[in-house]
């Protein structure tokens, strides 16, 4: 499929999400999306959490912020496929003259264009200066004079990485040599044999870095992906949190409904979001890619797909619980930010240790180590899969070490969220909560 | 079981603070009742304790004579003090979802949240969100939660407070309306002219502890009894300071208020004032809520 196609769908996506973020003004009394939302089976899933889940997927759902993220998102994922294959794919046929023409050249010159992937068309010119003149209207991009001399419209740089630039570059040296084999009077034979000589190949005794496989380029853009999807959402959570306490509205809701349940429904609804988002980046990402024949994450490895949005979610039930506690700690926006920066230490500290790893091409025993503690696991664990490093049972280990410390977490987080959530008109201290935790 | 909120023997201490200390009353259905007491008595404290948004360390609070826990709070109803809405969810939506929380279902909670809003003059908001609604408004769709599940009991905590005539007319309608139709209506309050009119009865409470209670008839007609008398001729009350058991407690505009302890007898009163001058008036008062407070809490 052409590329051109694939952006104005693209770009219609967008507009479309764009309009439908700006739609919604006041015509609607109860607008579409928010009565499907309402009519979510929450409670009959899981009670009056599955109704605060309902509650905080339909919000954000609706929120500006979220729309406009989501809207960014998609134009950088739409950009970052796209792109490099507007500026490396002129894969457009190209028409190269030819003067004094031969069977030999024509074959030549179709296997060198083959080679550099370029489609060209070969047209056979009486001689040079109709061809120049061909040239110079843009009717040809290219003249070859038999084994001569080549003509080009504009000087083609040594810097200038193109297929149409390559092409050039490998016509000229290969039909140079091939003059110069007929000069120095060698069989056809003899000619072949040269020209199909073949470099010594260089052994290094260290091990080097390799080239990159489609399953660690995977792994990198799911690391990106992870940290970028993790930290919007956990920042949601607490920020949530911090806005139900503020607002004063956690004392209506915790008359009827206890606090882990309110506090589950905010974990389990933004998590939904947060997952459901990167479930459509990543599948956009793949459709578009296919549809554009881009490398970048075309035939990506699904098992490096499947274990990042796995770690995702992991890593938003490890850390979602902590953002909630702490924002209940907190009743102004600049009491989260100092609350918040603690918890994302860790977070930060695995992503780039992580980064650093898929980027070097190597494991290192850090990123291995990391790769068990669940802090750290969410992004250590993709980039280990991503060099395929890990076997089965070393996952469910990582798996399980995370799931055991997610409960702890999620045990500790709601008791500290229950006895501060209510404790208005100062930020609270975890000392304070000392007497509550110990009861 | 009698249809009756039990507050028993509550004790609540807050680090060297004692916030209650040993508060019992009852709030029996089918009225308003006045939940009194001055800034920092532990009438929030009490409110907070029905719902169970603070630990009590001694007492307990009961429903139909059942200990008061999450299931019996599904049919109660809470207005805060510091009132709780989400600033940016739509109105019905946010009332609506209070209503679930309750156990309504999706329709059933819909439908009652627009009777509600537009009960309280508030459905032209339906669609608005909450941080765009003036004070009064804020205050009717925060009722509008407290009363869209049709709660059996309903807390309010300074609901009347910031609202002009027309608002506290609106608000006060639906109070004694729920309270008419067989609920529990408990309500604070420091406008205590406003619960004159509104409560049968009140509570008031100081320090933690119950001061006094019963109806507002009760209390106004309780104590020592009062006369408003005028006489020509003596509007300082001169006349009536020499009689036993009879202390002068106001001289205003010509009517001299007297407060009679029990054993004199009013005829004796009369006799003085007539001997004084001509009487134009002799009235026996009810004492106002203000003063029955006032004589409570001590100040």
Redesign the interface.
Known sequence: MKPLPIIILAVLVIVALIRLSFRRR?E???PRL?VFL??LPG?QLLG?TG??AG?EI??RLR?RVFRVVTVILFTVVAAAVVIPELSSGTTKSQRIGVVASSTSLEAELQGLAKSVGLPVELVSEPDLSRARAALSVGQLEMVVDGTDKILVKDPVSASDTSVGARYVRAVSETLGAQRAFAQAGLTPEQAAAVAGAKPLPVYSIHPGKKARTTAEATALIGVILVFIVLTQYLTWTLMGVM??KA????????????PIQLLAGKVIGIGAVALAQAVALVAFALVLAQAVGSSLVQGASPLVVVATLAWLLLGYAFYSWMYAAAGSLAERQDQVQSLALPLSAPLIFGYIVSLTGVSSGNASLLVKVLAYLPPTAPFAMPTLIGFGEVTWWQFLLSVVATLACTLAVALLAARVYGAAV?Q?GKRVRLRDLVPALTE | MSEVLELDDLSRRFGNVTALDGLSFNVPAGQVVGFLGPNGAGKTTTM?AI????DLDVGSVRWKGAPVG?DQ??R?G?M?E?????????V??QV???G???GMD?STAATATLRWLERLAVADR???KVEALSHGNRQRVQLA?ALVHDPEVLVLDEPLAGLDPAGIDAIGEVLVERAHSGRCVLLSSHQLDLVEDLCESVAIIDHGRLVASGTVDELATSGARRLAVRVEGDRQGLWARAIPGVTVSEVNGGDVRLVLDDTTNSDVVLDAARSAGHVTKFVFERRRLSEVFREAVGR
């Open positions: 006041g609607h009394p109860l928010g309402t009519r409670r009056d109704l605060v509650r339909r919000e929120g806005e139900e607002s004063r509205v956690v004392e209506v809701l915790l008359a009827t409904v206890r209510l208005t | 907070r719902f169970g948004l603070t999450y709070r599904r109660f809470y805060p510091e009132r709780g809405l989400y600033p940016n969810m739509l019905a939506e609506e979802y209070i679930r929380l309750h999706a339906a669609t608005s939660a």
